[in-house]
C-alpha cells in the first residue's frame, strides 16, 4: 500500500516564487480533488484520498501491474493564474 501525506499546502514554484493553490485543514472542502487511476487504461489500481485527523490530505492505495496498469494519482480541479514562464 501507498501512502502520501499532502502536507499543509500545495505549492506550485516558478521561477523561485512560490504560490499556495490549496490549503489543508480538518475544514477543507476536498470535492475539487479527485483520484485518477489505471482503470481508465483497463488497469486494475486503486487509489483513495481523504482528510485525515490532523486535517491533512492523505492519497493511498494499490498500485497494480496486471492488465499494462501501473498507477494511481490524484488531480485538483482549480484554475491556478501564474505568471508567463520564459
Do not use: A
Request: cysteine-free; glycine content about 10%; hydrophobic content about 35%.
Amino acid at each position: 500500500m501507498i501512502i502520501y501525506y499532502l502536507f499543509f499546502m500545495t505549492t506550485l514554484s516558478f521561477n523561485q516564487e512560490s504560490k499556495t493553490i490549496f490549503e489543508f485543514n480538518k475544514n477543507s472542502d476536498i470535492e475539487s480533488w479527485q483520484v485518477v487511476d489505471d482503470v481508465v487504461m483497463g488497469g486494475r489500481s486503486v487509489g483513495k484520498f481523504f482528510l485525515n485527523n490532523e486535517g491533512y490530505g492523505e492519497f493511498e492505495g494499490d498500485v497494480s501491474i496486471e492488465n499494462n496498469g501501473g498507477f494511481s494519482s490524484i488531480r485538483l480541479f482549480k484554475r491556478v493564474y501564474t505568471k508567463p514562464y520564459h
